[in-house]
């Protein structure tokens, strides 16, 4: 997850865009098409009588959906106490120690830290490796906002300490991309975020996203696609782990253009102003099976974006009368536009032994006519249910008593693991956050880990808005804890933890 260097670029072909809180993306007036210049149709849909008005439907496309009905729920649910990101003491937060790195120019300078997560077994609970918890993290120099790269960070399992976490480096080589046969992989220009898994033999297992470069002159649009890779890990000393490179590098998926958008379909036409997303590869286990639930957009078979949405009783919820009034106000909104594109999605694919791609499945859960965006795809399962996170933005939302500034993550619960997934606390709402992006204390990014016991998740994120500030960089968050009854959630009082925290043992 990291939209700054694809949206400055666009910015210089879009109008009208609204500026993302620090600065990560923007949406822009227009939508994007399909490969034929348009929207497509639902092929069981019947053309309309007036080509000028959408035939209103009410189709799922067989899976389940952030509807306007749920969503204005947020708003009129955001200042309870029990979805408060806690406060945190400026005073107290410090960048992490072992953040440095080098510039361009081979200087040494503290680097900007921001999304990570944990390698984890395959429940999602943190792994022990040799005595280490391992995070990987996107690091990267403070003023260039194309420097994105994955980091390695490990310290002994029994310290909780901020100081105790030591910097491995970079994971890949500018080399290691030069893969034979893997023309999507030489071309990568960053790395983006992704999880990580210990396997049965005790190995490292990387997916992440490889993020293209932007030229729209040589054909290249920021194409995002889920990647993975085994990473070697040794202990060359007492204390101290180093990467020993990597193996079995590839590329695993980057869009159908059917089940989920692809980057051709997003911007072949010209128009640069959609926010096309295939990032943020979650890998989870279920019955033996091997899957990767990722965010993405909705493709021609699941409902594409255009102006068709706002006529898809789905979309909304409630009843019929909700459906007609919302609509209306959807058709007459300054924002029409930019609704238009907003077809979020979180997806499911499921993979081979060798992780190379198997089955590309429906979409578990998405956001049409709500937001464009729901990132950091997160999924486990606990007392007997799949629980399904993703962090959001208000300003990305277009929904009445959402504003710019409001952070949240939206949590779901389901039976199975690809659904039907119905809201957390019946909007889906599950942590707010409302701060001055300027406020160094503003988190993004929040993470829900598992415990061994119990139903209480220690939530991660990152603290401090990148290049924001001269002395202060993007840190590890202090953590924190969310309790899980059932589909109800509350922040733990009291339950802060400290920066960087993954488990409470």
């Known amino acids: 997850m990291n939209m700054t260097h694809l949206y400055k670029k666009a910015a210089a072909v879009t109008v009208a865009a609204a500026l993302l809180a620090g600065g990560t993306s923007a949406f822009a007036s227009g939508y994007g098409q399909d490969y034929n210049g348009g929207s497509p149709a639902h092929p069981t849909h019947p053309a309309p009588a007036n080509p000028n008005i959408p035939s209103v439907i009410d189709d799922t496309y067989g899976f389940s959906h952030i509807t306007r009905f749920d969503a204005l729920k947020i708003a009129q649910q955001q200042n309870r106490s029990q979805f408060q990101v806690p406060a945190f003491n400026k005073d107290d937060i410090r960048n992490i120690p072992s953040a440095v790195g080098k510039d ?37 120099d403070p003023k260039v906002s194309s420097d994105t790269f994955i980091y390695l960070f490990y310290k002994k399992a029994e310290d909780q300490s901020l100081d105790a976490w030591k910097n491995a480096g970079r994971v890949f080589k500018d080399t290691d991309k030069l893969v034979p046969n893997d023309p999507i992989l030489n071309h ?45 890990v040794s202990e060359p000393a007492a204390g101290t782990l180093k990467v020993d490179g990597v193996e079995d590098f590839k590329s695993i ?45 909705t493709g021609s078979e699941t409902g594409y974006q255009g102006d068709e949405m706002f006529y898809n009783k789905a979309y909304y919820g409630g009843n019929d009368k909700f459906f007609d009034s919302e609509r209306e106000k959807l058709l007459n909104s300054p924002n029409k536009d930019y609704m238009s594109i907003a077809n979020g999605a979180l997806g499911i694919i499921e993979l081979n032994d060798d992780y190379s791609l198997k089955k590309v ?30 962090d959001t933005r208000g300003a990305k939302m277009f929904v009445d008593g959402v504003d710019a500034e409001d952070i949240y993550m939206l949590g779901y619960v389901s039976d199975s693991i690809d659904g039907p997934y119905k809201p957390l606390n019946g909007s889906g709402l599950v942590l707010h956050q409302d701060l001055n992006p300027r406020d160094i204390t503003w988190t993004y990014a929040h993470f829900a880990i598992p415990q061994v016991k119990g139903n209480e998740v220690v939530i991660t994120s990152y603290m401090t808005n990148r290049g924001y500030f001269a002395n202060q960089q993007s840190t590890f968050a202090p953590s924190f804890k969310v309790a899980i009854h059932g589909d109800r959630t509350s922040v733990v009082p009291n339950s802060n933890l400290n920066q960087g925290q993954v488990t409470t043992d």
């Open 104 to 140: 361009a120019n081979g200087n040494t300078i503290n680097l900007d830290v921001w999304d990570t997560w944990p390698l984890q077994n395959a429940d999602g609970t943190v792994a022990n490796y040799n005595g280490y918890q391992i995070v990987f993290g996107l690091a990267g």
């Open 188 to 232: 990568q220009a960053e790395e983006w975020s992704g999880s990580a898994t210990m396997t049965k033999d005790g190995k490292v297992r990387l997916f992440y996203t490889n993020r293209h470069p932007w030229d729209a002159d040589q054909g290249f649009f920021g194409k995002q696609t889920l990647t993975t890779a085994q990473i070697n």
């Open 253 to 297: 998926f980057d869009g159908d253009g059917k089940m989920y958008q692809t980057v051709n379909q997003a911007f072949s036409g010209g128009d640069y102003s959609d926010n096309h997303t295939l990032r943020d590869p979650h890998y989870v286990e279920d019955n033996g099976h091997k899957y990767l639930v990722f965010e993405a957009n």
């Open 361 to 390: 499945m429906k979409p578990l859960i998405a956001s049409n006519t709500v937001t464009d965006e729901i990132e950091r795809a997160n999924i486990f399962k606990m007392n007997g249910k799949w629980y399904l996170f993703t």
